[in-house]
């Protein structure tokens, strides 16, 4: 099966650090999505799926938000201009949840290869998933964490990670709905997420972001930190650039205050622009390496 689109680009898409339950096998994008696996290949502006509605797939791929009203209504200063020509068509996904809380709390502090091996070795933990004749491995739910110990997380390399997944996974199992905080504000939504174990601003403005629908939320690590120094540092006193320059962590109060500039700046769609900034930054430092 297979429709038309425009402004949207698969590799972009799926290359940006987003997400990490994808499987590329040649020009067929391999996706899961809960215990739910399905597959996509784009042809110029044709966007071809298998496994999957077609309703499903132009809801997790985003094609309902109209891209480039999202572009006209930002702030285009030079460098977000830059990242948008180059990255044209990069959309943010709508990830499960639960996948993606477990995914970005595994993340912290992990490069990109190192959460994709931590996060293939928790998978094993998951139910089996035959599709196009290949076997994948969903993520654990909190059920099948929480009912568990600590030690098969510890074995599958997470580390101090390990015990704030389990204690998340079993607070999410008892009493924590994720879903419902698609209902209040990105504020609340972001307070509520921080209650849970392991889970920080950037951690709760990722799983808002990439699967709450809060397109406010702005996610600061080392790489917008960068950025904001780079080429936004007229906006902030000297005092707090130099603050910001070390190797230290961003402190919840610093990292307020970036999000609340880049909301200022950029608007309701604040997490596009620090999706397109963020997958500039990171190609352009690696083809200069």
């Not at 990670?161 to 998340?168: G, I, P, Q």
């Not at 990171?282 to 083809?287: F, I, L, M």
Request: with cysteine; aromatic share 14%; proline share 3%.
């Amino acid at each position: 099966m297979q429709f038309k689109t425009e402004w949207c680009n698969l590799a972009f898409t799926f290359d940006c650090g987003q997400v990490f339950n994808i499987v590329k096998d040649n020009d067929w994008w391999y996706c899961l999505v809960g215990d739910q696996v399905f597959k996509m290949r784009q042809k110029g502006r044709i966007i071809e799926f298998e496994g999957m509605s077609g309703s499903f797939v132009k809801h997790y791929l985003g094609l309902d938000v109209d891209l480039q009203a999202v572009m006209e209504g930002m702030c285009w200063d030079e460098p977000l201009r830059r990242a948008v020509e180059c990255f044209a068509g990069l959309r943010i996904v709508r990830q499960d949840p639960w996948d993606c809380l477990v995914s970005f709390i595994c993340a912290t502090n992990k490069n990109i290869p190192g959460i994709t091996l931590i996060l293939q070795n928790l998978s094993k933990l998951g139910e089996q998933v035959e599709f196009d004749g290949k076997t994948f491995y969903a993520l654990p739910t909190a059920k099948k964490i929480a009912e568990s110990t600590v030690q098969p997380l510890l074995n599958c390399g997470l580390g101090y990670r390990a015990k704030y997944l389990f204690n998340t996974a079993k607070t999410v199992l008892s009493s924590f709905n994720l879903e419902q905080l698609r209902r209040v504000s990105y504020e609340k939504a972001k307070q509520e997420l921080c209650t849970l174990p392991g889970v920080g601003p950037k951690v709760a403005d990722c799983v808002l972001l990439f699967a709450l629908d809060k397109t406010e939320a702005f996610p600061i690590d080392v790489w917008m930190k960068k950025i904001i120094i780079n080429n936004y540092a007229h906006h902030f006193p000297n005092k707090f650039i130099r603050q910001i320059s070390t190797r230290k962590s961003l402190t919840p109060r610093k990292y307020n205050i970036i999000s609340q500039f880049a909301q200022g700046h950029f608007g309701q769609y604040a997490g596009y622009a620090q999706e397109y900034l963020y997958h500039y930054e990171r190609k352009n430092s690696a083809q200069n390496e």
